[in-house]
């Protein structure tokens, strides 16, 4: 069992910063591939990236290439959103998430792939 509460969401302006964090409880964390998924109202959840357990391997949503970055800190148990040259697009709720039984190098992008999830936390960027 794995529970996640993310952090650090918020309202800022567009072209800004903001950084995510989720910690993860859990003896294995190092197992589990952590994933950042967004949901905007009346839209369905999307995969914004991901990292392997070692953090060896990443992988993000083509609109968010370049600028966002996944990080995590296995000995802490947490994982970190950077986002960068925030726009208006990106707001949605963000969500943390855990997956198990992937072999580096693979990220899924499916949200069903994934078996823990955060509670959310809101990010607003206004134009």
């Known amino acids: 069992q794995v529970q996640l509460v993310e952090s650090g969401g918020g309202l800022v302006q567009a072209g800004t910063s903001l950084r995510l964090s989720c910690a993860a409880s859990?003896?294995?964390?190092?197992?589990?591939?952590m994933g950042w998924f967004r949901q905007a109202p009346g839209k369905d959840r999307e995969f914004v990236g991901g990292i392997t357990g070692t953090g060896g391997s990443t992988d993000y949503l083509d609109s968010v290439k370049g600028r966002f970055t996944i990080s995590r800190d296995n000995a802490k148990n947490m994982v970190y959103l950077q986002m960068n040259s925030l726009k208006p697009e990106d707001t949605a709720v963000y969500y943390c998430a855990a997956a198990i039984g992937h072999s580096e190098p693979y990220v899924p992008k499916s949200r069903y792939r994934y078996l823990y999830w955060g509670q959310g936390t809101q990010v607003t960027v206004s134009s």
């Open positions: 859990g003896r294995t964390y190092s197992d589990y591939v």
